[in-house]
């Protein structure tokens, strides 16, 4: 419920700021860009919360449900933290794609929210909006992502003794040190801690959604992440190698249930790509 409350509200913020500004003379041209973007960003930042909410909700509740075998423990936890990003991430551009401006009624018959005619799609349709919506949140979900996976083994590693280095920056400028070198197990020891690659996992399922069921409204998705992925793979070779303890190797057989869901995902993909282009563009 608090998804779609939030969900909700960024409806009426969009609606409430394009009136707002559609009422000013010198703003009418603009009124509906700025309305876009602004909800964009505001959507964004509910999306980075609830993530985080969703997350322990998800643990609480497969612990709860106290399944014998770890392989059902991690299934079930997959399937539910995924099926609430889906909710949290692309709600949405559901909204804009598949139900916006659809139930207006007609002149002299359209229904209203808190006595405000519902919002309406621009003549040309909703595609601009998403597509607007779309970057905004795909641009914004993958900066914000590995930013914080860069940054957070940077504050943790070394125990975040900023002191530490200060010190031995002077000690190496004055003369040599009188301490012995430590070894290199002692070394990694100080690193931060290796944590389980499940956020790496779910970051690049919800990057293929984003690529494959709302292309038609914003080609230039695979380019962007393209680009992160690129990006993100020499960050992610410095941050093991530098930044993070030496993880544990573990034997699998595959990539388990993600399969599965990325097999779900080009099948889902499939028809919502023909309905934003039957009923949402002008194609």
């Avoid at 996976?149 to 003794?161: A, E, L, R, T």
């Avoid at 290199?184 to 970051?203: G, K, M, N, Q, S």
Wanted: include cysteine.
């Amino acid at each position: 419920s608090s998804g779609i409350n939030a969900e909700y509200g960024v409806i009426v913020y969009d609606l409430a700021v394009y009136l707002a500004l559609f009422d000013m003379p010198s703003m009418q041209r603009y009124a509906r860009w700025f309305s876009s973007i602004s909800a964009g960003i505001m959507s964004l930042t509910l999306i980075i919360i609830m993530s985080k909410y969703y997350a322990k909700f998800a643990v609480y509740m497969t612990e709860w449900e106290n399944y014998k075998t770890q392989l059902e423990y991690e299934n079930n936890l997959t399937i539910r933290r995924y099926v609430f990003e889906v909710f949290n991430f692309y709600s949405s551009l559901v909204y804009i794609g598949f139900f916006k401006g659809k139930f207006n009624g007609y002149p002299g018959n359209h229904p209203l929210v808190f006595g405000v005619k519902m919002e309406d799609c621009p003549p040309g349709g909703c595609i601009s909006e998403l597509a607007t919506q779309m970057a905004i949140i795909l641009a914004g979900k993958q900066f914000i992502f590995t930013f914080s996976q860069f940054v957070i083994p940077i504050i943790f590693s070394n125990k975040g003794s900023c002191w530490d280095r200060c010190k031995k920056k002077v000690e190496e400028v004055e003369g040599p040190k009188k301490k012995a070198e430590k070894s290199p197990w002692e070394r990694d020891y100080i690193l931060a801690e290796t944590r389980d690659v499940f956020a790496e996992y779910l970051e690049m399922v919800i990057q293929y959604g984003f690529v494959t069921i709302f292309v038609a409204a914003f080609p230039l998705a695979p380019l962007l992440a393209l680009v992160n992925n690129l990006l993100e793979t020499r960050l992610d070779a410095f941050k093991f190698v530098a930044q993070l303890r030496r993880p544990t190797g573990l034997k699998c057989k595959d990539i388990g249930i993600w399969y599965s869901i990325l097999s779900a995902v080009g099948k889902i993909a499939i028809v919502c790509n023909a309905g934003i282009i039957a009923f949402t563009s002008d194609f």
